[in-house]
């Protein structure tokens, strides 16, 4: 089983699609695809009058802008990119982490953070079923807040999101990024790297936001069933064995 987590701006890359499509002809039925689409909240947020705001890569998300994330990720982002893989003839089904409570998340720091959440649990009841049925579930990593009792949402990071679900079903993750993988001081691609390499790469500041959050999300992964976590760009998706891009190493792998 692989989790395939897309980045809002590799969404938009004109190969991704048959690489997707060989990927599903290659491994059918055992394919999952979390998406982001940060830039597209980013831009309808600055039309609104209002300007994002980032800690560590991973987004605040005020009272006002959980319904916007949810049009964005859940709607327009969720549905073109279905779109896209059903008229290549795959068999996508959009769903978000709130439909049948599939992941469930509580806020990092109202404060701080405001409506953006981490994944506390994963229920794979409804991804199994479409799994097992030969659907490709296409998931928005909108989450439910088990904190609410109205059926709050929480804005989780894209990369949370994915760890958190391959994770629970003991999948491979692979972080598809608009990079070749993590990269060196002087933009080479790091083959491997451990928990203790990551916080070498992020204290001289060689690795930071987006990247720091990837990080931290897959050996978030690691630490909780996934079998093996790689960061790489969309030319890994068709490799068999996934042998571009970055590894994460588990302790005592380095």
Request: glycine residues 12%; hydrophobic residues 45%; negative net charge.
């Amino acid at each position: 089983m692989i989790v395939i987590k897309l980045g809002g701006r590799v969404q938009s890359r004109p190969e991704l699609v048959a690489a997707l499509v060989a990927r599903w002809h290659a491994s059918p039925g055992s394919i999952c695809i979390v998406h982001g689409g940060g830039d597209e909240v980013s831009a309808l947020q600055r039309e609104m009058g209002r300007e994002p705001s980032f800690i560590n890569g991973r987004r605040v998300t005020s009272d006002e802008d959980i319904d916007l994330v949810r049009m964005v990720l859940s709607g327009s982002a969720n549905k073109r990119l279905v779109a896209s893989l059903v008229a290549a003839g795959l068999p996508a089904v959009g769903i978000s982490g709130e439909d049948a409570g599939s992941i469930e998340a509580r806020p990092i720091d109202v404060a701080s953070f405001g409506k953006s959440g981490m994944p506390v649990g994963v229920r794979p009841e409804l991804l199994e079923s479409l799994l097992s049925s030969g659907f490709m579930p296409v998931i928005s990593p909108v989450a439910r807040d088990i904190s609410s009792a109205t059926g709050g949402a929480l804005n989780v990071n894209g990369d949370d999101a994915a760890a958190a679900i391959a994770s629970a079903i003991g999948a491979e993750l692979w972080m598809i990024a608009d990079v070749e993988g993590v990269l060196d001081a002087e933009g080479r691609v790091v083959g491997s790297v451990d928990e203790a390499g990551m916080e070498i790469l992020v204290s001289t500041g060689v690795v930071s936001e987006g990247m720091h959050a990837k990080l931290e999300a897959g050996f978030a992964a690691i630490s909780k069933g996934a079998t093996a976590v790689r960061i790489a760009g969309i030319d890994s998706v068709t490799s068999v064995g996934a042998t571009r891009g970055t590894l994460l190493l588990p302790p005592g792998k380095s």
